[in-house]
């Protein structure tokens, strides 16, 4: 029986509409929340594995704007690429064409998660130009050189065993519960029992939620295989990092070294929080996100 989410009240007080886009000839499917009529639209881009469920606990902490959230395509219910791979490029490709898709107006905000913080960075770097970015838990740094580099070693091994499995047995092992709560357990950091139980029902829930096995190990290998780092010099884009204290993917000394890379950055780090700020301190995330939009950007 699914877990109530704690940030349920907040999040059925905004209105969502579930809409798709023909991008590229695969159907993209998002929620399209908040106002419609907002000057501002936030587009949040999930990490990986995930779908746009993930962050749903920050949208349910802002009003005042248009929120849309569409599932990457190959996970949760968005159709995987017609042709090429699902690589940091092929994504970033996608994400353009996309917002082209979706023409919204007024001020453009783009926001990335963990492995959507890639794709964002690799978007703008490529010539998308939102009015404003916003990176959390960004991947500042080779996920191999991370504060627990060993696990990230030991999912590469899973992810190799699975590719060599044969197609149905790799696909289910995949999916297989206990891989997935280890996971769950190794994330997150909060002391909460009723708020870690919730977390992993939302993994249980949603993180084998890809459309095969080709999907899930093309886009891990690419989240293994770069980082913001690569493209941060020639993002000109106005940006905020919002990172965290504990987070086992990215020291966060290396948060400090990725912001001097911008030509405009803001770095927020979160105490005492992991790499689920979506999750655990979804409040904080939203706050700052808001103060930050609030500024008049230099001339």
Do not use: C
Request: charged letters at 20%; aromatic letters at 10%; zero cysteines.
């Amino acid at each position: 029986m699914p877990v109530e989410s704690p940030y349920a009240a907040l999040l059925e007080r905004i209105p969502v509409v579930e809409r798709s886009l023909d991008v590229d000839g695969a159907e993209t499917r998002f929620w399209d929340y908040g106002d419609p009529a907002s000057d501002t639209t936030i587009i949040m881009v999930h990490g990986f594995r995930g779908d746009h469920h993930g962050l749903e606990p920050v949208v349910a902490q802002l009003s005042g704007v248009r929120i849309v959230a569409p599932d990457l395509p190959g996970f949760g219910s968005s159709a995987p690429f017609v042709s090429g791979t699902h690589s940091v490029e092929g994504y970033a490709t996608w994400l353009a064409h996309f917002i082209e898709a979706l023409a919204p107006t007024g001020r453009i905000v783009v926001l990335g998660h963990s492995f959507g913080s890639i794709v964002v960075s690799a978007a703008v770097a490529g010539g998308l130009r939102p009015d404003d970015l916003v990176l959390v838990n960004p991947i500042a740094a080779p996920a191999l050189q991370g504060p627990r580099g060993i696990l990230t070693r030991l999912a590469v091994f899973y992810y190799w065993s699975s590719a060599k499995l044969p197609k149905r047995l790799g696909f289910a092992f995949l999916r297989n519960k206990g891989v997935v709560r280890i996971m769950s357990v190794a994330m997150a950091k909060t002391k909460d029992p009723t708020l870690r139980r919730w977390i992993h029902d939302q993994h249980d829930q949603y993180f084998s939620a890809f459309s095969d096995r080709e999907v899930v190990l093309e886009s891990f290998t690419a989240s293994v295989s770069h980082d913001v780092s690569e493209y941060a010099e020639h993002i000109p884009t106005r940006t905020l990092l919002i990172a965290a204290e504990r987070d086992d993917i990215t020291p966060v000394t290396a948060q400090f070294t990725l912001a001097e890379r911008f030509d405009d950055a803001q770095l927020h780090v979160i105490p005492n929080v992991g790499h689920l700020i979506h999750y655990e301190e979804p409040d904080d995330a939203a706050a700052r996100l808001m103060a930050f939009l609030a500024e008049t950007p230099e001339a």
